[in-house]
């Protein structure tokens, strides 16, 4: 219905309404011309308070308790108006105040009672709610959803029926308050609470309604459930669904369509949640470039940067197909983000010149690098090349074209470091920091530990290994790590950023994200045996096969040689006790000649004796940390 069309129907429900409150207030008296006029009177007062409010624009399939206290406002305006003109007029109000109060009831009944009316046959459940006593039993051509979590929450979800599409029909409800067991909550039941799933979905099955989904509506039930029940629902082809979203940036809307949980999410903590306001601050409306941006790391960069609404992203890669299908991706997600996909190489320092020349950008994140401990153990000449010289490659360049802001993706690895990756990625830190030296280009150096889903995560290795039949292989018993979700870790790195921008005093140090306990391997290990279904060292054996060169039992965030600062709520700042010395540029002249000559015993010798100085920490201390490690 037109506004056109809402203001009649108001102001003829208010002339019916005050004819209505003269019958009451006068005990069935006929209608005189006198009522019919006072009527029309009331009805002008009506057109006026919906001319110089617009109530009707808020629109009546949508009604809401905010649009019903809207329209009381409305009816109160438009009595004290017709009370007002009544006044000045000398109309005879038969009844009097008894009349205008009755017209004030009924004007606020009528205009709330169309407007639920237009709801619920927007919601195709008008005659449905009129005539059903009981709650409506689930569609039989939808598979069956059980919702897990609060009553506000299921309210909250069921309000919008898009949510649901036309894939699932809701059984019941689930939460964690037993108090709350019985109630109905837009025709679904709340069969009972979380600590009682066993038996709701024992009668479920019973009767019939065996749920195909289960709907997490937030973390908390979730990781109550446990990594046995929950492979045990996977295994019995249960899906577990959540809303859109693992770690929301606050871009995606309430009623996002539902997806199937990953396995990283069942393997990790609870997320981290940050406040995503500095995070658009920082990136909406400038030019930003993404190097690594292919990468598990760099792709998920790219989308929580493009859903913040940069002026143009730039993407770089030496990966064709990684570049290929993040740029695909981002095109049929953002279609009218301005962007480019370069593919080069960071080793490259003129190609990666003209690119910064060209495309001039204000921000860059530089997640490219080389990440496979093994591999670049087994390969240190193309570890140092990239990990090393490419960052100060892509460092310079952003110098070199004024950029505001340079952040570097580093890793706990690269604290007390025994392998080559950690070490190049120690010496790609101090060099990130040198070039953020002076007021040009600020510099933000971000370090995490694993993340669950990137790519040489233990997850889809152990994935593969129980698909064949076992056994998992753990190489100690003993080694632990920080884990973390892609989506989250991609979180810190803007948030860490954001902060940095914002912060007047030059930064410090790298900055970290509090990442609670770490969690072993092996542990991790008989959890994912669990979530499909199966029972360790029954139907899945774990061997332990001896850590491999470079490894390290456990990880740490932060060095001897460190000292720590809360930074924000759940983020620090590490910095180090004494400024290390800088690095030489004949030192990487050095470095480069070795690494292009093949030279890997002398590349190795030269970062672990760089790491030594940048660490400036005394042989018995460095006996220490190695005894930590």
Same mark, same amino acid.
């Given at each position: 219905?037109?506004?056109?069309?809402?203001?009649?129907?108001?102001?003829?429900?208010?002339?019916i309404?005050?004819?209505?409150?003269?019958v009451? %207030?006068?005990?069935?008296?006929?209608f005189?011309?006198a009522?019919v006029?006072?009527a029309?009177?009331?009805?002008?007062?009506?057109? %006026?308070?919906?001319?110089l409010?617009?109530?009707?624009r808020?629109p009546?399939?949508f009604?809401?308790?905010?649009?019903?206290?809207r329209l009381?406002?409305?009816a109160?305006?438009t009595?004290l108006?017709?009370?007002?003109?009544?006044?000045?007029?000398?109309l005879?109000?038969?009844?009097?105040l008894?009349?205008i109060?009755?017209?004030?009831v009924?004007?606020?009944?009528?205009?709330?009672?169309l407007?639920?009316a237009?709801?619920?046959?927007?919601?195709?459940?008008?005659?449905?709610?009129?005539?059903?006593?009981?709650?409506?039993?689930?569609h039989?051509?939808?598979?069956?959803?059980?919702?897990?979590?609060?009553?506000?929450?299921?309210?909250d979800?069921l309000?919008?029926?898009?949510?649901l599409?036309?894939?699932?029909?809701?059984?019941?409800v689930?939460?964690?308050d037993a108090r709350e067991?019985?109630?109905?909550?837009?025709? /679904?039941?709340?069969?009972?609470?979380?600590?009682?799933?066993?038996?709701?979905l024992?009668?479920?099955?019973?009767?019939g309604?065996s749920?195909?989904a289960?709907?997490?509506?937030?973390?908390?039930p979730?990781?109550?459930f446990?990594?046995?029940?929950?492979?045990?629902?996977?295994?019995?082809g249960?899906?577990?669904?959540?809303?859109q979203?693992?770690?929301?940036?606050?871009?995606?809307?309430?009623?996002?369509?539902?997806?199937?949980?990953?396995?990283?999410?069942l393997?990790?903590?609870?997320?981290?949640?940050?406040d995503?306001?500095?995070v658009r601050?920082?990136?909406?409306?400038?030019?930003?470039?993404?190097?690594g941006?292919?990468g598990?790391?760099?792709s998920?960069?790219?989308?929580?940067?493009a859903a913040?609404?940069?002026a143009?992203?730039?993407?770089v890669?030496?990966s064709?197909?990684?570049?290929?299908?993040?740029d695909?991706?981002?095109?049929?997600?953002?279609?009218?983000?301005?962007?480019?996909? $370069?593919?080069?190489?960071?080793?490259?320092?003129?190609?990666?010149?003209?690119?910064?020349?060209?495309e001039q950008?204000e921000?860059v994140?530089?997640?490219a690098?080389?990440?496979?401990?093994?591999?670049?153990e087994?390969h240190p000449?193309?570890g140092?090349?990239?990990?090393?010289l490419?960052?100060?490659? $892509?460092?310079a360049?952003?110098?070199a074209c004024?950029a505001?802001?340079?952040?570097l993706?580093s890793?706990?690895?690269?604290?007390?470091?025994?392998?080559?990756?950690g070490?190049?990625?120690r010496?790609?830190?101090?060099?990130?920091r040198?070039?953020g030296?002076?007021?040009?280009?600020r510099?933000s150096?971000v370090r995490?530990?694993?993340?669950?889903g990137?790519?040489?995560?233990?997850?889809p290795?152990?994935?593969?290994?129980?698909?064949?039949?076992g056994?998992?292989?753990?190489?100690?018993?003993? /080694?632990?790590?920080y884990?973390?979700t892609?989506?989250?870790?991609?979180?810190l790195?803007?948030?860490?950023?954001?902060?940095?921008a914002?912060?007047?005093a030059?930064?410090?140090?790298?900055?970290t994200?509090?990442?609670?306990e770490? /969690?072993?391997i092996i542990?991790l290990a008989?959890r994912?045996?669990?979530l499909?279904?199966?029972?360790p060292?029954?139907?899945?054996?774990?061997?332990?096969?001896?850590?491999?060169?470079g490894?390290?039992?456990?990880?740490?965030?932060?060095?001897?040689?460190e /000292?720590?600062?809360?930074?924000?709520?759940?983020v620090?700042?590490?910095?180090?006790?004494?400024?290390p010395?800088?690095i030489?540029?004949?030192?990487?002249?050095?470095?480069?000649?070795a690494?292009?000559?093949?030279?890997?015993?002398?590349?190795?010798?030269?970062?672990f004796?760089?790491?030594e100085?940048?660490?400036?920490?005394?042989?018995?201390?460095?006996?220490?940390a190695?005894?930590?490690?």
């Amino acid at each position: 219905m037109g506004r056109a069309g809402k203001i009649a129907a108001h102001v003829l429900l208010a002339f019916i309404a005050l004819l209505m409150a003269h019958v009451l %207030a006068t005990g069935g008296a006929l209608f005189s011309s006198a009522t019919v006029l006072q009527a029309a009177v009331f009805a002008l007062s009506a057109l %006026a308070t919906e001319l110089l409010f617009r109530v009707e624009r808020a629109p009546w399939r949508f009604v809401a308790a905010t649009d019903m206290l809207r329209l009381v406002r409305s009816a109160l305006l438009t009595t004290l108006t017709f009370a007002l003109l009544a006044r000045l007029g000398g109309l005879d109000v038969p009844g009097g105040l008894r009349t205008i109060i009755a017209a004030f009831v009924f004007d606020v009944a009528l205009l709330s009672g169309l407007r639920i009316a237009r709801r619920a046959l927007h919601e195709n459940m008008l005659i449905d709610a009129v005539l059903r006593l009981r709650p409506a039993p689930a569609h039989p051509a939808l598979a069956r959803l059980l919702i897990v979590g609060s009553a506000a929450e299921a309210e909250d979800f069921l309000r919008a029926p898009a949510t649901l599409g036309e894939r699932y029909a809701p059984v019941g409800v689930l939460t964690p308050d037993a108090r709350e067991t019985g109630d109905e909550l837009r025709g /679904v039941c709340v069969l009972g609470a979380v600590t009682e799933f066993d038996a709701v979905l024992t009668q479920l099955r019973e009767g019939g309604l065996s749920p195909a989904a289960l709907l997490f509506l937030t973390d908390g039930p979730l990781i109550a459930f446990g990594a046995e029940r929950l492979g045990r629902l996977k295994s019995e082809g249960v899906k577990l669904l959540r809303r859109q979203g693992v770690v929301e940036m606050g871009h995606a809307p309430a009623s996002a369509t539902l997806r199937e949980i990953s396995l990283e999410e069942l393997l990790s903590r609870p997320p981290v949640r940050l406040d995503p306001e500095p995070v658009r601050a920082l990136v909406a409306g400038r030019r930003v470039l993404v190097t690594g941006a292919g990468g598990s790391i760099g792709s998920e960069l790219c989308r929580q940067i493009a859903a913040c609404g940069p002026a143009r992203l730039t993407l770089v890669d030496a990966s064709e197909a990684n570049l290929f299908f993040i740029d695909r991706e981002l095109g049929e997600a953002w279609p009218d983000l301005a962007r480019r996909e $370069v593919l080069c190489d960071v080793r490259d320092a003129q190609r990666v010149g003209l690119i910064f020349e060209a495309e001039q950008p204000e921000i860059v994140f530089h997640a490219a690098a080389l990440k496979h401990v093994t591999l670049v153990e087994n390969h240190p000449c193309e570890g140092a090349r990239t990990n090393v010289l490419g960052t100060r490659n $892509v460092a310079a360049a952003a110098k070199a074209c004024g950029a505001a802001h340079f952040a570097l993706i580093s890793t706990d690895k690269a604290v007390a470091p025994t392998s080559v990756m950690g070490a190049t990625k120690r010496i790609a830190e101090s060099l990130a920091r040198q070039f953020g030296e002076g007021p040009a280009t600020r510099v933000s150096i971000v370090r995490f530990g694993n993340v669950l889903g990137s790519a040489g995560s233990v997850v889809p290795i152990f994935q593969h290994q129980i698909a064949r039949g076992g056994p998992i292989t753990v190489t100690d018993a003993a /080694v632990e790590r920080y884990f973390m979700t892609i989506p989250e870790a991609v979180q810190l790195v803007l948030r860490a950023v954001a902060l940095s921008a914002a912060d007047a005093a030059p930064p410090a140090g790298v900055l970290t994200l509090e990442m609670g306990e770490p /969690v072993k391997i092996i542990d991790l290990a008989r959890r994912m045996i669990e979530l499909q279904g199966l029972i360790p060292d029954r139907d899945i054996e774990i061997r332990v096969t001896g850590l491999r060169p470079g490894e390290k039992i456990t990880e740490a965030l932060v060095d001897v040689n460190e /000292v720590t600062r809360v930074k924000a709520p759940g983020v620090i700042e590490a910095a180090p006790a004494t400024p290390p010395p800088p690095i030489e540029a004949i030192d990487l002249a050095r470095l480069e000649a070795a690494a292009l000559s093949g030279d890997e015993v002398g590349v190795r010798a030269q970062l672990f004796a760089a790491v030594e100085r940048l660490r400036a920490i005394d042989p018995p201390s460095r006996e220490k940390a190695r005894t930590r490690a």
